[in-house]
Structures are given as C-alpha cells and as structure tokens.
C-alpha cells in the first residue's frame, strides 16, 4: 500500500528492496508523509539532495542552534538547486523539526521556532536518512521474469534459464552519496581522587608561596614607609635649629678619638 505510487519498473530510477524500505517507512508504527515521499524519490534525487539535506540537520543537532543556522532563505539557489527541488518532502521535513515559513521584507524564508527545537528528533531523522541511503543503493538479489528464480546481486542472467537481468534489477551506475553521522566531541576523561588529591596539594602549596611573598613584600614596604617618617622627622627637626647640637656632639667625638690616638706616650688622654 505505502508502494502502490513508486516508480518501480523498467524505468530504472527506482532502486532498493521495497519490502525493506517499506519497513523502514512504518518502522515507528506510522507512515510519516515526508518520509513515504523521500523513499519514493529516484536515485539521481537521492543523491543530488540527501547530502546538503544532511548538513541541514547537522546544524540542528545541538541543543542550542547557530543564529546563522535559523534562518533559510528559499531564494537561496543553492538550497532550492541542491535539496528542495530533488526533494520537495524536504521542506516538510524541516517543519517538522521546527522551521516555519515566513515573509521577511517580501522574502520568503525558513525560520527556526527554538520553542519547539528537539535535537532528539533531529538525530532520529538523521539517522533514518543515513539508513534510507544505505537500504536503496544496497544490492538486491532479483528474481527472473521468465522462471521466477531469485538471481544473486551480480548475476547478469538467470543461473536457471539464461534470461538477461532487467534493466530496473541492475546496481545503480550513480555513487552512493556520502553522509555519515558527524563526529562527537569526546567528554573530557573525569579525574581520579588521587588526581584531585594532588591537584589540590599543588594548588595550596602556589597559594602559600604567593602569599609568603606577599607578606615578604608588605613588611619590606612597612619597613621603606617607617625609614621614610623618620628621614621626615629628622629633616623637620634641623630646619628647626636642632640638628646643629647633633652635628657638634658628633664632632666632639671625633675630636676625642683623633687626640686619643695622636697622643704622646705617657701623656693623659686629653678629656672634656
């Protein structure tokens, strides 16, 4: 029933085991439409658009969404060239994720409703593309118009009768396009207790030497500050006439000691 519209034939445009891609159709027990119409699509749609279609709910993959990611302009060419006109269901799978058409200046646009932003969806969706192109460009085996025998993928004629293998049972002659699910960042490896313990040790042991250096530097500051009140009141006191006593008490004694040690022997010390 989900099949009864696909191009399957002599046509060639169609390729994959329908049963197989009908069960990935209704594999969460519902036909979801978007999904119906992109396993209809020929495989030169599938490989046209399923790669840029990819990149698009990449950018939604996160739990927040790149401000440069919210807003698609459907004037775009390379959009409209690469995934909207090989695969119109493309446009309701995006807003079924969250875009919402709107008219921005007269310009029609896609933009992103963070209220109903879910990156589990986004993944699921993701993932159910990547299967769908693995599942169409997978060789089938095929079984003979004229004898009905299954024939394996790389039998050009039947094993039984020799009949050639219909053009819409050949493997497709266009390369499968590459999309695989984008490399997660690792989460940095948690740290062990004795880690942690040892962490914490260093982390104390530079906290203590900066702040013995802090203190060595506040007492050599104490120090300048306490020379520098007394230079002060030094310099306060002569210019009030009182380092001149200093001055000649200091010459006294140098006097003192000069005739103490010039002296003849035998000759008293000379004293004031």
């Known amino acids: 029933e989900t099949f009864a519209n696909l191009p399957v034939g002599t046509t060639g445009n169609w390729h994959g085991d329908m049963d197989d891609v009908g069960a990935l159709i209704e594999e969460e027990d519902a036909v979801i439409p978007h999904r119906t119409a992109l396993a209809a699509s020929s495989l030169e749609a599938l490989a046209r658009g399923t790669p840029v279609l990819h990149r698009l709910l990449e950018n939604l993959s996160g739990p927040d969404v790149d401000i440069k990611h919210r807003r698609l302009r459907l004037s775009n060419e390379a959009l409209r060239i690469r ?10 799978l995006l807003c079924s994720l969250g875009y919402v058409p709107q008219d921005e200046l007269g310009e029609a646009c896609l933009c992103f409703d963070m209220t109903r932003h879910d990156p589990s969806a986004v993944e699921r969706e993701a993932a ?93 500051l104490a120090e300048i500050r306490a020379d520098r009140q007394r230079f002060t009141a030094v310099g306060t006191a002569g210019a009030k006439g009182d380092i001149l006593p200093v001055a000649s008490a200091s010459n006294r004694t140098a006097a003192t000691t000069s005739s103490a040690l010039t002296a003849p022997l035998g000759t008293p010390p000379i004293c004031f």
Do not use: M
């Open 83 to 92: 995934v909207f006109e090989p695969l119109p269901a493309s446009f309701d």
């Open 128 to 220: 159910w593309l990547r299967r769908l192109v693995e599942r169409r460009w997978r060789p089938k085996n095929w079984p003979c118009p004229s004898c009905t025998l299954w024939n394996s993928p790389d039998s050009t004629a039947c094993a039984a009768c020799c009949e050639p293998r219909p053009a819409w049972a050949a493997p497709p002659q266009l390369v499968k396009p590459k999309i695989t699910e984008a490399a997660k960042v690792a989460a940095p490896p948690k740290a062990s207790s004795s880690s942690i313990a040892v962490g914490q040790q260093q982390t104390a042991s530079v906290h203590g030497a900066k702040a013995a250096r802090q203190q060595e530097r506040d007492q050599i």
